[in-house]
């Protein structure tokens, strides 16, 4: 479904991603950890078409489509789905005005007729419930005044709406409580299904307990340095990620 | 230097002179028009103007337009609302259409006539007024609006009446050969107690060559209400300068909006005197410009009295090589203490040739008060854009709805839902990026402004 090949990614002279190399089958869970400012969200960005990074070298391809050439809207359509670890507040833009929108630019794609406004409320309502997120919310300015908590589960809302193919998580459980993590991950699974993959980039082992991948990556100064099933998860958290790379060492990618 | 510009530049208007009326005004008119010939256009090097060319004005000569163009209800259209409010008073090339017009509508108490009738009928109302309140010895264009006017809208409150229902005020200009010009001269007198809302649109077709030299006054008594909004949307080859001269006593509430789409060469000259205490005023404006437009936004706020609030908060959304210009002065005059007064000015700028002038001024006397200011000029946000897209919105969509949502703010000042639809109407025809939104707003509108106004206040102090 995707396949990343020898990606090289930067930011004007600055090298982040040096060569990552990830294969993702339908309907598998793909977790990526590593430490701060080693590239998981610069990975997440460039999957989504963020066009602040440039890729220089590599590629990436999604059901057979080369992802690297289609926009950031595109790549939406395709059903790549990037919840944010932070989340952008845009004043004057009402949450549901934006979901509708967003709603039936993928349907214009699919050649489908815009959404009736009894459907969209329902699905509004039975999304919503599913991540506990007050609908109230729909009516306010995306995000703006949002609590941490509240801006996460909004992207997982907004992703059970999208039911995109491949969803992206990062760092979705950062500044969640253990009630609010629960029900995201909750959420999470139950979008789970033999047609649809996740990445899950996260610090925190403990949210694997919930979403339990099929595999863990380890990535280090722009490289997977390290690739298990859940149990390197558990390692990771023993040895930390000194204890990873020390191990890794030797295993430097070549080329 | 200067003089001799000026010399120049006035030369056209000679013809002119002999065209000033002569009726009871006619002193006050001999006066201005020596003062418009000693003064001249204004230059950029006047501290006033220095934004501004007048040039482009200065160098044209106008004629007066002809008095029979021909216009029909259906090229009014575009210019009404959905619903239309109360009343319709409609202007032909500076002249007062009663065939087109409809006042039938008005409640009791609410006196609404062309000022041409109205200097005939209505002398002894208008004398204490027309012409005392806006400075024909200092400013050029007033004073040639002074010397020539001949017809605008007379709009009078009696004591205690409360007028819900806004009366709209069209002032159309039409095409023609040689370039024309008009001295539009609206009086506005709410007596106390009373309550009026007014909408000006003022509409011309693009490519036209003309001028609007219009000059308005407003009376606001004790405790009376004027709620006013000028919606600009002249020819993209037109001049206006629009003049707005308010005057209000105690506990009065003056709210004008100023909503520029349209004209090459706009300058709104906005001027309170709040002359009682606890008099408020808010000015509203959005400017949403492109191509080679231009707009200036001139206020003048002076707090004469203590306990009195006054609100300025500007928008302007500024492509391809527009410019804006804004600058608000607020005096505080000794006397005025416990004077609130807040002024911003927010402009978001789509093209790299697009620019804006901004310049607050204080002049604070008194020691017990609050001012703030404050201005920002930013570009559409990418982080905004990215995410949208990353939601399917396409890169088009996405950045105009953010233009909306930037407009929204403004829009949502005022407080006519069919005048809001209008705007947002103008807004999305402007938003030339391919895909506009074609379903419904993107923002519900309160209708309570107080809310508005203490949610802008929030947002700034945090
Ligand atoms: N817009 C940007 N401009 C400049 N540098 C950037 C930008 N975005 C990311 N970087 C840099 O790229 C590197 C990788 O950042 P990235 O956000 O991908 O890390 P991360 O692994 O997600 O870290 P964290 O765990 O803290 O979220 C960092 O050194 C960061 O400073
Ligand atoms: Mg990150």
Redesign the pocket.
């Known amino acids: 479904m995707l396949e990343i090949t020898n990606l090289h990614a930067q ?2 002279d ?1 090298k ?1 991603l040096k060569g990552i190399n990830l294969t993702i089958n339908p309907g598998e869970v793909h977790s990526i950890m ?12 460039v999957l989504a078409g963020n066009e ?2 440039e890729v220089t070298e590599g590629s990436i391809t999604f059901n057979g489509k080369d992802v690297l050439e289609l926009a950031a809207e595109e790549r939406a359509w395709e059903g790549i789905f990037l919840a944010f ?1 932070y989340p952008v507040e845009i004043p004057g833009v009402s949450t549901s005005y934006f979901l509708k929108a967003a709603m039936n630019a993928m349907r214009k794609n699919k050649g489908l007729p815009e959404i009736e406004a009894a459907e969209f409320l329902k699905l509004v309502e039975q999304k919503s419930k599913m991540v506990a997120l007050d609908d109230r919310l729909m009516g306010r300015a995306i995000n703006e005044g949002f609590s941490g908590g509240e801006k996460k589960r909004n992207e997982v809302f907004q992703m059970a709406m999208m039911e995109p193919k491949l969803g992206i998580l ?2 979705t459980d950062s500044g969640l409580d253990i009630d609010a993590l629960k029900i995201v991950a909750n959420g999470v699974n139950k979008l789970r299904g033999p047609d649809r993959s996740f990445i899950v ?1 996260t ?1 925190y082992q403990r949210l694997l307990d919930y979403i339990v991948p099929d595999y863990v990556h380890v ?1 280090v100064d ?1 490289r997977i340095v390290k690739s298990g099933d859940k149990t390197l998860a558990l390692e990771l958290e023993k040895k930390g990620y000194a204890g990873i790379i020390a191990e890794s060492g030797a295993a430097q990618p070549v080329g | 230097m200067t003089a001799v510009d000026t010399k120049q530049d006035i030369q056209h208007w000679s013809d002119w002179k002999a065209r000033m009326p002569k009726d009871w005004l006619a002193p006050a008119r001999e006066a201005a028009m020596a003062r418009f010939e000693a003064l001249g256009f204004p230059t950029t090097r006047h501290e006033e103007w220095k934004y501004t060319s007048t040039a482009p004005i200065a160098r044209q000569s106008f004629v007066a337009p002809s008095a029979d163009a021909k216009v029909t209800a259906a090229d009014l259209d575009r210019y009404l609302f959905a619903e239309q409010p109360g009343a319709l008073a409609v202007f032909v090339n500076g002249r007062f259409s009663d065939s087109l017009s409809d006042l039938s509508a008005l409640p009791k108490g609410i006196t609404v006539m062309s000022l041409a009738a109205a200097l005939e009928s209505q002398r002894d109302v208008l004398e204490p007024h027309l012409t005392k309140h806006a400075d024909y010895r200092e400013h050029a264009f007033c004073a040639l609006n002074t010397a020539l006017f001949t017809d605008g809208i007379f709009v009078h409150v009696s004591e205690g009446t409360l007028v819900e229902r806004p009366l709209h005020v069209l002032y159309l200009t039409t095409p023609s050969d040689d370039p024309t010009a008009a001295f539009p001269r609206n009086i506005y007198i709410a007596e106390p107690n009373s309550k009026v809302r007014l909408v000006e649109t003022y509409g011309g077709q693009n490519g036209s060559v003309y001028f609007n030299n219009a000059v308005t006054e407003f009376v606001a008594r004790d405790n009376a209400i004027i709620d006013h909004y000028q919606v600009q949307r002249e020819s993209t080859d037109a001049f206006q300068v629009s003049t707005r001269q308010v005057f209000q006593t105690r506990d009065s509430n003056v709210s004008s909006h100023t909503l520029a789409f349209g004209g090459r060469l706009v300058r709104n000259n906005i001027n309170t005197l709040l002359d009682g205490e606890n008099a408020n005023c808010m000015f509203n404006g959005l400017s949403v410009l492109r191509g080679e437009q231009h707009v200036d936004n001139h206020l003048r706020v002076d707090h004469a009295q203590p306990h009195c609030n006054s609100w300025e908060f500007f928008k302007g959304i500024y492509d391809d090589s527009s410019r804006g210009a804004f600058c608000g002065r607020i005096i505080v005059r000794e006397d005025a203490q416990k004077t609130d007064a807040k002024q911003s000015n927010m402009s978001l700028l789509l093209s790299r040739d697009a620019m804006i002038d901004t310049k607050p001024q204080l002049e604070i006397l008194a020691d017990d008060v609050k001012c703030t200011h404050g201005a920002t000029v930013g570009q559409l946000d990418d982080e905004a854009i990215f995410y949208l897209r990353s939601r399917g919105v396409s890169v088009d969509a996405a950045r105009s709805l953010l233009i909306y949502a930037f407009a929204g703010e403004s829009i949502g000042q005022v407080r006519i839902a069919a005048l809001r639809d209008k705007l947002q109407d103008l807004l999305s025809e402007r938003l030339h990026y391919g895909e506009s939104l074609t379903f419904g707003r993107p923002f519900e509108y309160s209708d309570d402004f107080a809310d508005l106004v203490r949610a802008a206040d929030r947002r700034r102090e945090t």
């Open positions: 930011i004007g600055h982040i590593g430490p701060n400012g080693s590239g998981k969200s610069t990975l997440a960005s602040n990074f670890q990062d760092e980039v610090h990535l722009g």
